[in-house]
T-cell receptor, first 113, second 112 residues
């Protein structure tokens, strides 16, 4: 039972490079989310997709783009990586956007040099 | 004031002790509440939802106090394996997903 799968698990980039973080869920959930977690800051929502075909900004969207490729997949793209984007990134999904608990992938640890 | 606040801890208690911590929230219209646990360098995992009447799951009890706008988590007969960071999550009524707010977490360490 895979749940939420994120790739890659680790990545080191140079400033200015681009990359896409992949996320897929097999729970038939409608809503998907991208968070970043920094020490002492807690989880902060970057973007979310309430349902297939929709995406919306969260608390910290600057420097990121997302694509809800289909119901299963939600990708996060860094067009020009900056050191401030060094963080742990979590993808999550839930049955619906409101009032439902979220299930998380095991994270991508991203370092920008 | 932060929308969701937690005492960061760490709480350091002996095995077998009872420990409780609270999470306060500022949006009085909040409708959904959850507790997650997060182990070091791991993803958050749902521990339990918090219902208006309070609810229990084994050694864990969650309560909601709407008047004072906080939720609580009580752990009885604590085990070494309970050592983790506990995150509270609050979601506003009829809100979009952007109003799902995670607390920064309370660190709990259980000593033998």
């Amino acid at each position: 039972n895979a749940g939420v799968t994120q790739t890659p698990k680790f990545q080191v980039l140079k400033t200015g490079q681009s990359m896409t973080l992949q996320c897929a869920q097999d729970m038939n959930h409608n809503s998907m989310y991208w968070y970043r977690q920094d020490p002492g800051m807690g989880l902060r929502l970057i973007y979310y997709s309430a349902s297939e075909g929709t995406t919306d900004k969260g608390e910290v969207p600057n420097g990121y783009n997302v694509s809800r490729l289909n119901k299963r997949e939600f990708s996060l793209r860094l067009e020009s990586a900056a050191p401030s984007q060094t963080s742990v990134y979590f993808c999550a999904s839930s049955e619906a956007a409101n009032n439902q608990p979220q299930h998380f992938g095991d994270g991508t640890r991203l370092s920008i040099l | 004031r932060k929308e969701v606040e937690q005492d960061p801890g760490p709480f350091n208690v002996p095995e077998g002790a009872t420990v409780a911590f609270n999470c306060t929230y500022s949006n009085s219209a909040s409708q959904s509440f959850f507790w997650y646990r997060q182990d070091c360098r791991k993803e958050p995992k749902l521990l339990m939802s918090v219902y208006s009447s309070g609810n229990e799951d084994g050694r864990f009890t969650a309560q909601l106090n709407r008047a004072s706008q906080y939720i609580s988590l009580l752990i009885r007969d604590s085990k070494l394996s309970d050592s983790a960071t506990y995150l509270c999550v609050v979601n506003g009524r009829y809100s979009s997903a952007s109003k799902i707010i995670f607390g920064s977490g309370t660190r709990l360490s259980i000593r033998p």
